[in-house]
């Protein structure tokens, strides 16, 4: 997929005060941890991750969602009655129904005309939102598009440290479930407009997706309670990765890790990420990763990396981007965008 016409003109993100560090949960579990034969250490030592951040308990995905939302559209001054689609891509969820999307269009005062509607597809929604809101932009039917998604995986990672603090508790319990004790929080919201109305120059040149549903059981997940195959996960999700580095090798332009100054990567550990270095053969530095600090934190990730990136200057203008989200379920996709 090629864009004419779409670019970014502003990404910020809200992130929680309220830290979590890896220590912390096993001491919340230290009991349990003895029992299964398990030596303090193993979170962050399997993952790097030190800590992750919690909302308040009371904070809704559409509450945070709507924190990174008034900070984006402050930072640019465009006006509200201008947005003409809001896409949430939040895996926390306020209700079933209605949309998160809606809670945030109310929350800010959108227009009537302004479009709303949630994109779930777990870690990958926020970069296939990029792409349907570019593809509203370049059939003419929006000029302004925003995006945001808020994560809080406090009600989930609690809910975690509860079953397993249980005397029953198996270590496969802990196998099963350790990939929930790495989630972390976060919300951040983007504005994509028409280029020829963009003032930052940050152009979306375009996108390759590839999908291996056939490994969609591998990550389970719901409001308290996620399980994961970690290990294939791992191996599945580097594969599919390696294809769809393939296809946009072949498809978009100045595609080679010679050629990208930086990437943004969905992260979720430094074990992960090892191996999609080795297998994609991916200079290591070009990439900013702040899941030491952040843990997993879904959909948010590749657009909260974005901000701190341009943010600290890891990216400068006309660098050239790559984004790469990756979702359970499982489905992949890699985004070119000129800064």
């Not at 350790?178 to 940050?202: E, K, P, Q, W, Y």
């Amino acid at each position: 997929m090629f864009f004419k016409n779409v670019a970014i003109e502003a990404v910020d993100c809200a992130l929680p005060t309220t830290i979590i560090t890896s220590a912390d949960i096993e001491a919340q579990l230290s009991a349990a941890l003895e029992r299964m034969g398990i030596k303090p250490g193993l979170i962050e030592g399997l993952t790097g991750i030190r800590e992750r951040r919690f909302w308040a308990a009371d904070q809704q995905a559409s509450d945070v969602a709507t924190l990174a939302a008034e900070k984006v559209l402050e930072k640019t001054g465009i006006p509200r009655e201008a947005i003409g689609c809001l896409i949430s891509t939040s895996v926390s969820k306020d209700y079933i129904e209605p949309s998160v999307a809606s809670l945030v269009h109310g929350n800010l005062g959108l227009a009537d005309h302004c479009i709303n509607y949630d994109i779930g597809n777990a870690c990958l929604g926020f970069v296939n939102a990029m792409s349907s809101m570019g593809m509203m932009i370049d059939a003419g039917l929006v000029d302004y598009g925003l995006i945001v998604d808020g994560e809080n995986s406090r009600e989930v990672v609690e809910a975690t440290i509860e079953r397993l603090r249980k005397p029953d508790a198996r270590p496969e319990a802990f196998r099963d479930q350790f990939a929930t004790l790495t989630l972390g929080s976060g919300a951040v919201a983007m504005i994509v407009c028409r280029r020829d109305l963009c003032t930052s120059g940050h152009v979306l040149n375009g996108s390759v997706t590839r999908a291996a549903t056939r490994h969609s059981r591998l990550c389970l997940g719901q409001r308290d309670y996620m399980t994961a195959d970690a290990s294939k996960v791992l191996l599945f999700g580097v594969e599919l990765a390696k294809n769809t580095w393939n296809l946009a090798c072949s498809t978009l332009k100045n595609w080679s890790d010679a050629q990208i100054d930086a990437y943004m990567p969905h992260q979720v550990s430094q074990r992960n990420m090892d191996v999609l270095n080795e297998k994609l053969g991916l200079t290591p530095e070009k990439h900013y990763l702040n899941f030491p600090v952040l843990g997993n934190i879904g959909p948010a990730a590749v657009p909260i990396s974005l901000c701190q990136a341009a943010e600290s200057g890891h990216i400068r203008t006309n660098d050239h981007v790559a984004l790469m989200g990756i979702g359970s379920g499982l489905n992949c996709s890699m985004m070119s965008v000129a800064w």
